[in-house]
């Protein structure tokens, strides 16, 4: 399960006209907006990646909103893994449970998910803040990655394992940003 002391989100490649060619995009990104608002009132650390923003363009405008004052890890290999300043950036954090949303399922997920098992992270997989060009690729990714390993849930799943009380000031602030998903 997951706990918040030991819980890290990371947001892979929700970039540039891409992320609107997506399977379910605004759904996908409705998803994406209500974690990343949830997370940081959590505080839960958020790593960003990109895959090649000089090609494909920077972090959707309405993420990058939420996010603040971020600083996202370009990456060129499909596996964040393979980017230096990703480990860097995990192992500042002091935390071993990966979250893991973002596009596309099937290639640069996938992946990251792999080489975050390989390094020896537990990893949760948000079955609805990720996807594909196509449903099929999704549902192809999904599959290997819970083949590898990880764990799949659901943004409202998630939440609710870091939360775990209903009494505390900002788990109420966090329930009334899942009630608007709904």
């Known amino acids: 399960m997951l706990k918040r002391s030991d819980a890290f989100f990371v947001l892979v490649d929700v970039q540039g006209k891409l992320a609107y060619q997506i399977h379910e995009s605004l759904s996908l990104i409705r998803h994406l907006k209500a974690l990343i608002q949830s997370l940081q009132k959590l505080d839960i650390p958020i790593i960003v990646l990109e895959q090649y923003p000089k090609g494909l363009g920077p972090t959707i405008a309405e993420l990058a909103r939420e996010l603040n004052d971020y600083t996202p890890i370009e990456k060129i290999t499909f596996n964040g893994c393979f980017t230096p300043a990703f480990i860097d950036e995990i192992a500042k954090t002091g935390r071993n449970q990966a979250i893991v949303a973002g596009i596309e399922a099937h290639v640069c997920v996938y992946q990251t998910v792999c080489g975050l098992l390989e390094n020896g992270y537990s990893v949760d997989v948000i079955t609805d803040g990720i996807s594909s060009r196509t449903a099929a690729n999704k549902l192809i990714g999904i599959e290997r990655m819970k083949d590898a390993g990880a764990k799949m ?27 608007k998903l709904l």
């Open 153 to 179: 849930s659901s943004t409202e799943m998630a939440l609710f394992e870091l939360m775990v009380r209903a009494d505390e000031p900002m788990n109420k602030d966090v329930i009334q940003i899942i009630k």
